[in-house]
């Protein structure tokens, strides 16, 4: 889809799935402080209220990984700068890290989760290496490409990255999977919407729900970046801004 900064039209622009991003952003961060130890059904005293709370929350979030997935490669394929663009998203993953763990678990540092703009980061940088061989063989790119991507896993991983509630690590497999499909299959639509949504289904159903979602957008930005430059940062600001709210409640 060419991707214009400002025409109206039907459907889906980035902005309109970056704020349907950040309402499912707190949906999960409801979750939070309605269980802010993690959902644990062993516990004696567990409201089975509170729980079917909690439990909603969190799974309506997992929506949000197709679309924020989606607005990771369209970044990445528009970017002036790559080093740029991952290197803004590592400053957001580092000023969020306090807000996310205040959030989770009501400390300052927590090195059981760490929040999921760190997975976006790898992701980034999982992208720039495989590209940076699309010069080579199809055989070099395959065995280039799945050694960058089982790196990658093992980063989201070991890092206990966009693990939440104790039940998902929501920025580990899906995202990477998404966001592989997403670049590399972008040149047919169709069969990329159907792996995007069988792979997501996979995830408990639900974020299929974000790849159908994603079928409804027009490939317009929604904004005048010229005119309205703040916007991009605004969503920059909103992630640790709604955590840090959350953390405060």
């Known amino acids: 889809m060419n991707r214009t900064a400002h025409q109206p039209a039907r459907g889906l622009s980035n902005l309109r799935l970056k704020i349907i991003g950040i309402v499912l ?24 209220s509170d729980l079917t709370a909690a439990v909603i929350c969190e799974a309506m979030s997992w929506i949000a990984v197709p679309i924020y997935a989606w607005l990771l490669v369209d970044g990445y394929r528009h970017t002036r700068s790559i080093p740029a663009y991952a290197m803004r998203l590592l400053a957001l ?32 940088i999982a992208l720039a290496l495989i590209d940076a061989f699309a010069d080579r063989t199809r055989a070099v790119r395959m065995v280039i490409g799945a050694i960058v991507v089982a790196a990658a896993l093992a980063w989201m991983v070991l890092g206990h990255i966009g693990l939440r509630q104790q039940i998902m690590n929501t920025g580990v497999l899906l995202l990477l999977i998404l966001v592989l499909v997403f670049r590399y299959m972008a040149a047919r639509e169709n069969t990329m919407m159907m792996v995007a949504a069988a792979c997501s289904a996979l995830f408990c159903v639900l974020p299929a729900f974000g790849v159908a979602l994603l079928h409804y957008r027009n490939g317009n930005l929604g904004y005048n970046r010229t005119a309205a430059p703040w916007v991009q940062w605004l969503f920059y600001a909103l992630y640790p801004a709604v955590l840090l709210l959350f953390a405060i409640l």
């Open 93 to 124: 993953a580092v000023i969020a890290e306090v807000p996310y763990d205040l959030a989770t678990t009501g400390t300052p540092l927590d090195w059981g989760s760490q929040n999921p703009v760190f997975a976006l980061f790898i992701a980034v």
């Open 25 to 48: 952003t707190v949906l999960s961060c409801v979750s939070g402080v309605i269980f802010p130890a993690g959902i644990n059904i062993a516990a004696q005293d567990v409201s089975m």
